[in-house]
């Protein structure tokens, strides 16, 4: 996209904006689009060039009164001529700071085409592997291609683009500021995907599967994580390599996450939530919060380690999604008995990153049925579908509760699934969110009709993909023994 074309968008945009008779939770939404679309990336680029300072500061001045217009437009309507005369007079200073006159036009369109560079997509390659429409047409991994060419970038934009949540589907909190829960209403699939410690491979097949991506991509389908991309599987893996792992796996979702702000969603997990104030998080001797800390430090900076925090911090605790029949509820680790209604999840932030609730969400295993019925009751959802304990016949007869696929998948009582995406056989769910639910959480069904559990195929004994299909979904299991 040229500079006459992105402002040209951008004056067009506005204009609909101004001339909008009624407000509607989508204005605000708009409004953000065009800071992360246009604004911010034009920015950027018109900053680095002192005798275009003045433009870069009218673009940013327009954007502010357009968003004081919106708020405005619902909050003062006595003050909405003003607000409107102040956008309007910005919109011709912009025409006449950027728009192209006489031999500034080759100027004006190739400082646009550095813009061009800082917008992130992804699509897959004739090969099937995941690529970023950077100006060399990078391919990803290897590591060093995200890492320097992509990652500050991708992160700024998206910490961005968690704020275009409209209320109604991320509700406030009693400070104001955006809650711990999202409401899902909206939508025909739920890819979710459990634990992923570092397998960038592992997420790169899931979204190979199916229409994944396309249908991601498309906004046909929501995908969801529940919490920690990052730190290794293990105590024992713990080289620079294994912690940029994480940076990519996370700079992946990120990219994803700024395409896609209305339908990718990253719920945080206890690992995420230690490096904004939560508990210290690692396996067993070794914090892996300050090994992943240092290694982005030295390698990228405390500015990029900031912008990270900045995502984590701006990130949703847990999720509802809607079905024709019930919602199933989507967060780390469980319910707590501390949450008694959808208020306590909306606020579920507002006494801190240690509070006894959030930790209860982060890092509960109370897996019995009494406690999970009066938990569910309380928030009104039928299931319910976590990570954080990986679902081995060990830990499941620690805990309490039935392994599905080892090392993937398990269930508690027929009411929550377990799910981990970690190990080299991995898998995700697929949730039709059109087809009622059913009586036990593990006959949930996807969009094309076959069960919702994907188990993928392990990897070779090297630890290389075998292959890129994945196997057949795991038969429906037999009824448990009763709790």
Known sequence: MKLVEAINDLVTRAQEILEEESFDSFMLERVYRIKGDIVDP???????????????????????????????????????????????GLLSRVRRELLPAGDRTGEVEQLL???????VKTTLDAGGRLVYSTPDGS????????????????????????????????????????????????????????D????????????????????????????????????????????????EDSFCVMLLIMTLKAENPFNVHYLIGNHDNAHVGGLPAGRGQVRQD?????????KFGRTVFDRYCDFVNMSPVSAKLKTPT??????????????????????????????????????????????????MASVGVK?????????????????????????????????????S????????????????????????????????FRIMKPRTANGSAATPAPAEPAPAPAQPAPA
Request: charged share 25%.
């Open 326 to 375: 019930g919602y199933v509820l989507l967060v780390h680790a469980g319910l707590s008995p501390r949450i008694l209604n959808d208020a306590g999840l909306i606020n579920i932030l507002v006494k801190g990153r240690q509070s006894v609730a959030l930790q209860d969400l982060l890092w509960s295993r109370n897996y019995e049925a009494a406690v999970l019925d009066r938990c």
């Open 42 to 88: 034009s920015v950027r680029v018109l900053r680095a060039h002192p005798k275009h300072a003045p433009a870069a500061e009218a673009l940013q001045a327009l954007y502010v009164a357009l968003e004081e217009y919106v708020v405005t437009f619902q909050m003062a309507p006595n003050r909405r001529d003003d607000r409107r005369h102040k956008v309007e």
């Open 196 to 243: 992923l410690h570092g397998r960038y491979d592992n997420l790169e097949y899931i979204l190979k599967d199916k229409t994944n991506l396309r249908d991601i991509l498309d906004g046909s389908a929501h995908l969801i994580f529940t919490g920690d991309a990052v730190h290794p599987r293990s105590s024992a893996i713990n080289s620079p390599e294994a912690y």
């Open 383 to 419: 299931f319910i579908i976590a990570g954080h304990t990986t679902p081995t016949a060990e830990r499941a007869q620690r805990y309490g509760f039935e392994v599905i696929a080892e090392g993937v998948a398990g269930h508690v009582h027929q009411r929550q699934i377990i799910l």
């Open 113 to 119: 085409d550095e813009v061009r560079k800082w917008q």
């Open 139 to 194: 391919v990803v991994p290897p590591r060093d291609v995200i890492t320097r060419k992509v990652g500050p970038q991708v992160i700024d934009q998206a910490v961005k683009a968690q704020r275009p949540y409209a209320d109604k589907m991320r509700p406030r909190d009693v400070r104001g500021e955006p809650g711990g829960l999202i409401v899902l209403n909206e939508g025909e699939r739920a890819i979710v995907v459990g």
């Open 290 to 298: 300050e090994l992943f800390e240092a290694f982005i430090l030295q």
């Open 421 to 452: 995406a970690q190990h080299n056989m991995f898998g995700y769910l697929d949730v039709d969110m059109k087809r009622p639910l059913p009586e036990r959480i593990t006959d949930l069904i996807a969009r094309d009709g076959r069960p919702a």
